[in-house]
């Protein structure tokens, strides 16, 4: 039987993560077979293949919480052979087999068709990371942003998601100032349309309970004590979209943003997004990204090349989007 390459997480104690040749009859049941194109490296995959979080709880299992591929067998009559697929979320890379694997077998109702206008490259360029970047604007934009000549805020800005939200706002005509603890990346987050920087530190210094009224919203990717100095900088009305915890899960703050200013902290998750609203927010992406500076964002490499930059990625240490080629 013909085997493929694949990145196994084996063991949890100790934690082991290796590169394996797996033949088809060892990929769990389901509807769907594809043959992965691309995956790409997503901050929840860094926890996953070291075990710096415990997002894998049942051993061996193949991490990788996106991928991007062709099917080539299907018991579901919404798919068929040849068709062009995209996956991410439904806890695939954390309680299903995921996609750092060249091939993968899931649920038919996991799948999205490939959005017309992007290529699988370019879709695992976007990957989780660049998706949830677009729920956040969604959900802003739900609670009444609009491109007003008042300032967003991105959190995270070179990271994935910030990246990529950094992008689509400026896109849409939004004043966008990002956020970074690395400043020496300036030319890119301007590149990517950032009006101005802030150096992260000046929202991790003590702030008051209320700060003068700058940002009309923000997209945090961060959490802990860069949200906490993200929340008395909203004006009256303002919301925050929240999505990451790579600066911590902690949130120490107080009411007087929420009670005071009518400040909106919005939750957004990725993971278990509707069908609906993950279809139209593919949409979106192919529509209010500008492709040209995805491209300049992502760098491609092979699965070898994967445990060390799962390293990296928890160390704050990635340049926006990582992309994983299987071919
Ligand atoms: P990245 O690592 O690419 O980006 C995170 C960015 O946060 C870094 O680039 C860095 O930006 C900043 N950062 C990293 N470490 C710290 C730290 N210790 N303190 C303060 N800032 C830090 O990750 P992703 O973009 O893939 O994911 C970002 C977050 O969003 C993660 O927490 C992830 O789990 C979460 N996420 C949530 C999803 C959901 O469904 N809710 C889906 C996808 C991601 P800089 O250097 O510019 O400051």
């Known amino acids: 039987m013909p085997t ?29 077979l594809v043959k992965v194109a691309y995956s790409s490296l997503n901050y929840k995959d860094g926890l996953a293949i070291t075990g710096a979080g415990k997002v894998i709880r049942s051993f061996p299992l193949v991490p990788g919480v996106d ?9 579901s009559p919404d798919y068929r052979p040849g068709d062009e697929v995209v ?5 695939v890379g954390e309680r299903h087999w995921g996609g750092l694997s060249q091939m993968a077998r899931v ?50 800005a070179t990271g994935g998601v910030g990246s990529i939200a950094v992008a689509v706002l400026a896109r849409l005509g939004y004043r966008v100032v990002a956020s970074t603890g690395r400043l020496q990346e300036r030319p890119y987050l301007e590149s990517l349309g950032a009006t101005e920087i802030l150096e992260r ?27 906490a100095g993200v929340l008395p900088r909203i004006a009256y009305g303002g919301s925050v979209a929240a999505c990451g915890n790579a600066g911590g899960a902690r949130l120490e703050t107080t009411v007087f943003p929420f009670i005071l200013r009518g400040v909106s902290l919005l939750g957004v998750d990725s993971v278990m997004c509707p069908r609906e609203r993950r279809l139209r927010a593919w949409e979106r992406l192919a529509h209010d990204l500008p ?9 491609t490499v092979d699965l070898a090349a994967v445990p060390e930059l799962a ?3 928890l160390a704050g240490q990635v340049r926006g989007r990582v992309v994983v080629d299987l071919n």
């Open 4 to 32: 493929f390459k694949a990145l196994v997480v084996e063991s949890g104690d100790p934690y082991t993560t290796r590169l394996r040749e797996l033949s088809l009859d060892e990929l769990p049941p389901g509807e769907v």
């Open 67 to 75: 991928f991007a591929g062709v099917v080539v067998e299907s018991a």
């Open 87 to 91: 996956l991410t979320g439904w806890g």
């Open 107 to 156: 649920k038919a109702e996991w799948l999205v068709p490939k959005p017309q206008g992007l290529s699988l490259h370019q879709t695992m360029g976007i990957g989780t990371a660049g998706f949830t970047a677009m729920l956040c604007v969604m959900t802003l934009e739900e609670h009444g942003l609009r491109p007003d000549g008042r300032e967003v805020l991105v959190t995270g």
């Open 201 to 227: 530190s000046v929202l991790t210094a003590p702030a008051r309970p209320l700060e003068s009224e700058r940002f009309a919203a923000a997209v945090d990717t961060v959490g802990g004590a860069v949200l």
């Open 291 to 299: 492709l040209n500076l995805l491209e300049a964002s992502v760098r």
């Open 311 to 313: 390293q990296q990625i």
